[in-house]
T-cell receptor
Framework: GAGVSQTPSNKVTEKGKYVELRCDPI?????LYWYRQSLGQGPEFLIY????????DSGLPNDRFFAVRPEGSVSTLKIQRTERGDSAVYLC???????????FGQGTRLTVV | SQKIEQNSEALNIQEGKTATLTCNYT??????LQWYRQDPGRGPVFLLL???NEKEKRKERLKVTFDTTLKQSLFHITASQPADSATYLC??????????WGAGTKLIIKP
């Protein structure tokens, strides 16, 4: 596709459940970022992939959060044992390389009830 | 700790006037700074990047300045239009070149 695609656009889950959020980056973009954004706040960095490897995962809040990008394209953010505090919009962005313009998807709104 | 500040209150501007948004930072020596626009329910959209050795950057009706002494960037929209109404975010590259974001300023252009 022409832009970054994230699915689902909305996800409601019960506390304690496992969720997966998917990101399809722009074709050919080697850099991929995950952020989360709460209402009235700027995006908060979670993890950065360069190709298949996680180059920087320092933003993951705890070990319930994990992300993969096995073939250097699609990425999945996985959250185990969800908590109400995980509720936010999860944004994915891709870029041609490091330090270049990032293109964002529309986000996945996660609500943990 | 590192901190980025943008005006938290909405900025109301009359159509046709210049809108100026401020981004201040502390405890940083960023390699570059970016400005993004975000509409409700959408992801941020890149507007401009300015590097530490650049004082000013322009793109159509947009102008960004970067003062590393004052630790401040100003974002200007000239001849503002109602369609410019959105939240504008600034983001700085940290020492690992990861973007650290401000909370954004909501801009409202009144016809």
């Amino acid at each position: 596709g022409a832009g970054v695609s994230q699915t689902p656009s909305n996800k409601v889950t019960e506390k304690g459940k496992y969720v997966e959020l998917r990101c399809d980056p722009i074709s050919g973009h080697t850099a991929l970022y995950w952020y989360r954004q709460s209402l009235g706040q700027g995006p908060e960095f979670l993890i950065y992939f360069q190709g298949t490897g996680a180059a920087d995962d320092s933003g993951l809040p705890n070990d319930r959060f994990f992300a993969v990008r096995p073939e250097g394209s699609v990425s999945t953010l996985k959250i185990q044992r969800t908590e109400r505090g995980d509720s936010a919009v999860y944004l994915c962005a891709s870029a041609r390389g490091e330090n270049t313009e990032a293109f964002f998807g529309q986000g996945t709104r996660l609500t943990v009830v | 700790s590192q901190k980025i500040e943008q005006n938290s209150e909405a900025l109301n501007i009359q159509e046709g006037k210049t809108a100026t948004l401020t981004c201040n930072y502390t405890n940083y020596s960023p390699a570059y700074l970016q400005w993004y626009r975000q509409d409700p329910g959408r992801g941020p959209v890149f507007l401009l990047l300015i590097r530490e050795n650049e004082k000013e950057k322009r793109k159509e009706r947009l102008k960004v300045t970067f003062d590393t002494t004052l630790k401040q960037s100003l974002f200007h929209i000239t001849a503002s239009q109602p369609a410019d109404s959105a939240t504008y975010l600034c983001a700085l590259a940290d020492s690992n070149y990861q973007l650290i974001w401000g909370a954004g300023t909501k801009l409202i252009i009144k016809p």
